[in-house]
Each structure stands twice: as structure tokens, then as C-alpha cells.
């Protein structure tokens, strides 16, 4: 079973461009969270989705961070514009059930110069 | 605001020695607590869980033990091994939201 995949694995943008994080939960797996670990901190709480749908967005920034589910499969987290305290490294995870441990992706490693 | 905290960033353990690692939280509201176990470049890996209604969960080599009363918890590994060096996630959960709360990890090095 393929585990949860995060393209990409790296980007460097400059600050005020636009940038695209990739997402593809397991199969099956209807909940769908996203998570940022800023320089050595804490993984905060970005998001969650229940299929398609937006459950709890309360880790959410600003409005520079949108994130998408369409069709209930894979998600998408846009930043625009990208500023220097984006930076960091965005996880995304996915769980079967609410009450089931949630798995991992490998993370992409943001950097806003 | 910190509502789960690790203190300790590093620790060091002779191989075959126990690894104590600890967490303290501040939300009586939690119920499940979690640790996550993390290489580098890879994403964190479930290491073990425990429910509030809980005091110790084992699974091998690994026992996290729950103190509701001083909101403590703690990962006990015996025997350490050089593959347990990674760092440490502790999580914590309330059932409403089912959003990880997550401390700042403590890095562990095993030593051969």
C-alpha cells in the first residue's frame, strides 16, 4: 500500500511569488490534514478535510494560505503571495477514520527568500 | 501558547539502557496522546498511542505511560537501540476536534 505522497519535495521562491503544495492522501483515507514545523519548532495544526469538505481550518494563517480537495482525492495548499515566515516544512497527513492514527507524508521543505 | 511541551530538546543513551523521554500538557480537554517518531527528511512515523482512560499502553519495546493528575506522559524504550535515534513527537488530541497538538520533539541519540 502506497503511503501518503507530497510533491514537491523542495521550493525555493522569492518573496510575493506564488507556490503549489501537493498532496495525495492513501487510498481510501477520507480525512486529509495539513501541518507546518517552522525552523525546529512545533508541527502546527494547518487544516482538516473530510473528504472534499473543510472540517476545522482554525490553523490557517492568513488568507495567503488556500487549500483545496476537489473530488475528495488529492489536495492542493497554495500561498500567494509567499512571504519570508512561510518558510518551513508543510506536512500533510491522512487518516481512515477520525479515530485512527493519522500517516505521514515526507513533507515539503518551503524557502521564501 | 504551548499546550504540549517537551523540555527536553536532546538526550543522549548508551545502547541497551532505557530512553525516558517526557511530555507535559496543559488541556485537561485531551483524551488520546500520541508520539510520533521522526528521521530525517522523512515525514513522522506513529510510534504508539494511549486513550485518557488509560495509564500505560506497551507494544514491545515501547511503553508510554499517563499521568492525567500532573498532565504528564512519558515514552520509556528498553532496550535503546541505534535505530531509536530520530526525534520524538509528542501529540495530544481532545475526540471534538481530532486535531494533533504536537510538541517541539526531543531529539534522541542512541550510542553504540
Known amino acids: 500500500e502506497a503511503g501518503v505522497t507530497q510533491f514537491p519535495s523542495h521550493s525555493v521562491i522569492e518573496k510575493g511569488q506564488t507556490v503549489t503544495l501537493r498532496c495525495d492522501p492513501i487510498?481510501?483515507?477520507?480525512?486529509l490534514y495539513w501541518y507546518r514545523r517552522v525552523m525546529g519548532k512545533e508541527i502546527k495544526f494547518l487544516l482538516h478535510?473530510?473528504?472534499?469538505?473543510?472540517?476545522?481550518e482554525s490553523g490557517m494563517p492568513n488568507n495567503r494560505f488556500l487549500a483545496e480537495r476537489t473530488g475528495g482525492t488529492y489536495s492542493t495548499l497554495k500561498v500567494q503571495p509567499a512571504e519570508l515566515e512561510d518558510s518551513g516544512v508543510y506536512f500533510c497527513?491522512?487518516?481512515?477514520?477520525?479515530?485512527?492514527?493519522?500517516?505521514f507524508g515526507p513533507g515539503t521543505r518551503l524557502t521564501v527568500l | 501558547d504551548q499546550q504540549v511541551k517537551q523540555n527536553s530538546p536532546s538526550l543522549s543513551v548508551q545502547e541497551g539502557r532505557i530512553s525516558i523521554l517526557n511530555c507535559d500538557y496543559t488541556?485537561?480537554?485531551?483524551?488520546?496522546f500520541l508520539w510520533y517518531k521522526k528521521y530525517p527528511a522523512e515525514g513522522p512515523t506513529f510510534l504508539i498511542s494511549?486513550?485518557?482512560?488509560?495509564d500505560k499502553n506497551e507494544d514491545g519495546r515501547f511503553t508510554v505511560f499517563l499521568n492525567k493528575s500532573a498532565k504528564h506522559l512519558s515514552l520509556h524504550i528498553v532496550p535503546s537501540q541505534p535505530g531509536d535515534s530520530a526525534v520524538y513527537f509528542c501529540?495530544?488530541?481532545?475526540?471534538?476536534?481530532?486535531?494533533?497538538?504536537f510538541g517541539t520533539g526531543t531529539r534522541l541519540k542512541v550510542l553504540a
Open positions: 497527513a491522512s487518516s481512515q477514520g477520525l479515530y485512527n492514527e493519522q500517516f
Open positions: 487510498s481510501g483515507h477520507d480525512n
Open positions: 478535510f473530510v473528504k472534499e469538505s473543510k472540517q476545522d
Open positions: 488541556n485537561s480537554m485531551f483524551d488520546y
Open positions: 494511549i486513550s485518557s482512560i488509560k
Open positions: 501529540a495530544a488530541s481532545d475526540s471534538g476536534t481530532y486535531k494533533y497538538i
